[in-house]
């Protein structure tokens, strides 16, 4: 009972392995996986379940059959997290090693055998082919290792080869895409996210913002780490549009000691203890306003909706003598922190303000003073722990298709009495491998008899 089972298992082994290395369903897992890809760049990723029961309702389906169960039920709403998703990854990652041990470990352990030819006519046979009269099987051999090939001898036999780094190449191909895949699956299920909004001045804790993404994300010590933001400032361009903004950060451990100090900007995060801050937005916080010599107040900036990307926020500064039943006060709206356009309380434009000019404006007889404008930075922060094992694939990626490149020649030669029968293969550049067999064999010195040195030395004499 115990042979018949393991008989049937090594049968089911076999039949698996040759279905999952088929080549036709490997690269019909590996379009499958493009097309999930894109469909993942087209579903709007990480919104609430309101934003895809308002995109894809069910009374009114996208292209008459694609509502929100679609997308939700099958985690699509998370596509690179996503069940079928990973599934897929799994399956092409399954059918890559199938292909490896049924296919190229094979390949690789003929390649490696020595295999010696006794027989004129099987040397013939290969693609190319050529007779030596006269010449000797050990000249052959100093020739070809000269040239880089590997001889071995067996009596009146010789086998060559070189490139046998060609035939491993493929192995590492494989194992490049697995470890690819393997990083991508990582960060899919093992990484945190987060984002915030913090005005100048304020501070935050890293654990209160990261969420896990998945099932394997662990939190790291750095969690516990606090950030400051000791400054938040942009630059412009001559037309006044935004080009660039910054954000002086400071990491501060549980004791309080600042462990790092790093201003950040758009394209150039901070990475500390496995984490990656970005600069990815900014707002307008609060501005600081003098009225007649009095304060400085912090007023609550509110953003404006705009159509586009345009930015526009807005505040008010009640007066004092207002009617009760209907405030009345100065308006001021901004699009940036560098300029402040005021209003009167009758909303008739005033004047323009740099809260760095210090220079005070009489609006409806009082004196105001803007005193600075308070910007507010908007910070992605994410651990991925998948990122170094996806560089890694991709670098030995890389690396393993240029040396698959490289050809695998064989050579096989047969010295039959005065003649060496010589004939090879190369698995790739087959023009290119006659041409360098006919240069080496060029170099194959002739053999000379005892009777042509003795009318040499006679010749000599006379």
Not at 297 to 315: C, I
Request: proline letters at 5%.
């Amino acid at each position: 009972m115990d042979g018949a089972a393991l008989r049937l298992l090594r049968r089911t082994t076999k039949r698996t392995l040759s279905v999952l290395s088929n080549l036709p369903l490997a690269i019909a897992e590996m379009f499958a996986i493009a097309g999930l890809m894109a469909l993942g760049t087209v579903i709007d990723q990480g919104e609430a379940p309101s934003h895809y029961f308002e995109q894809f309702p069910e009374d009114n389906p996208v292209f008459g059959f694609i509502t929100w169960r679609w997308i939700l039920t099958p985690g699509f709403d998370h596509m690179f997290s996503s069940p079928v998703f990973l599934g897929m990854l799994a399956l092409l990652a399954a059918s890559l090693m199938a292909c490896t041990f049924t296919t190229q470990l094979p390949m690789v352990k003929v390649a490696k055998r020595w295999s010696f030819m006794s027989s004129g006519g099987s040397i013939k046979k290969q693609a190319f082919s050529e007779s030596l009269p006269r010449a000797s099987i050990q000249d052959l051999g100093v020739i070809l290792m000269g040239a880089g090939y590997e001889v071995f001898t067996k009596g009146p036999s010789l086998y060559a080869f070189k490139g046998l780094a060609g035939r491993y190449a493929p192995i590492g191909v494989h194992v490049a895409m697995i470890f690819v895949m393997a990083g991508a699956t990582l960060s899919a299920t093992g990484s945190f996210k987060g984002s915030v909004d913090v005005p100048q001045g304020l501070n935050f804790v890293i654990g209160d913002i990261m969420k896990p993404k998945g099932i394997f994300s662990a939190a790291p010590d750095v969690f516990n780490t606090e950030v400051h933001v000791n400054r938040f400032y942009m630059e412009y361009y001559d037309s006044g549009e935004v080009s660039q903004f910054y954000s002086d950060l400071s990491l501060f451990d549980l004791d309080g000691k600042e462990v790092m100090r790093r201003t950040i900007k758009v394209n150039d995060p901070l990475r500390y203890g496995g984490i990656t801050i970005y600069q990815t937005d900014w707002g307008f916080s609060a501005l600081q306003v003098k009225k007649n010599g009095e304060g400085p107040f912090n007023l609550a900036m509110a953003p404006l909706k705009m159509s586009g990307n345009k930015k526009l926020y807005g505040t008010f500064l009640p007066l004092e003598d207002s009617d009760p039943s209907s405030v009345k006060g100065i308006s001021m709206l901004a699009r940036d922190l560098q300029s402040i356009v005021l209003y009167d309380q009758d909303g008739k434009f005033v004047g323009v303000r740099r809260p760095s000019s210090k220079l005070p404006i009489e609006i409806n007889g009082n004196e105001i003073l803007i005193e600075d404008a308070i910007g507010t930075t908007g910070l992605d922060l994410k651990t991925d722990p998948g990122i170094p094992i996806v560089y890694a694939g991709f670098g030995a990626l890389m690396l393993t298709t240029c040396i698959s490149y490289l050809s695998h020649a064989q050579l096989w030669a047969l010295q039959d009495g005065t003649t060496v029968v010589v004939g090879g293969k190369s698995n790739r550049a087959k023009i290119e491998f006659s041409d360098e067999m006919n240069r080496l064999l060029n170099k194959v010195p002739e053999l000379i008899s005892a009777n042509e040195k003795t009318v040499d030395n006679k010749s000599s004499s006379a």
